[in-house]
């Protein structure tokens, strides 16, 4: 997927068109003028086992993503690194309209199993009203950066500036990160 322009729109990050998996590692290891950097990529759902069977937007995001966005989810918990580890328990953070319209804004969702492209999922979260970044997102899951020979995803890549730091200082950082 690529890159959104939110900058454009008055926020604090940056952003690009999308990085390959190879760079994102390297980002997130070397990136030293931003506070915290978040990658994520978007695509289609199915849920299941929550009334009819349903496509929805979705996301996979990095542990730090909403914090990079400076967003918490107000019921439950964020994803933390153990989250997008290769075999890690698969977990999904639900938004505030797909909790209310499947599961009755139950307050119990919290260790729930639901069902996503016929993998259960247990929901760790619930996102603020109206929160659904990126592509308008019904649900997020861990992002699992999977390096493998001859073949690379692209991310979106979010982040926000250490105090004091300008985007041109930013873009050389990441300029120089990319060419190593």
Known sequence: GGGEQVA???????????????????VRARARLFARVGASSSGLVTLTNAGDPVRL????VTA???ETLGITPP?????????EMVGAEPVVILSDALWRDRFGADPRIIGRP?????VHHTVVGVMPRGFTYPKDARLWRPLVVRIVPNRSQLYSVIGRLRDGVTREQATAELTSIAAG
């Open 8 to 26: 454009d729109k008055g926020h604090p990050f940056v952003f690009g068109a999308g990085i390959a998996d190879r760079t994102w590692v390297d």
């Open 57 to 60: 937007s979705g996301a996979m």
């Open 64 to 66: 730090g993503f909403f």
């Open 75 to 83: 019921v439950g918990r964020s994803f933390g690194r153990d989250d």
């Open 114 to 118: 639901i069902m996503l492209d016929g």
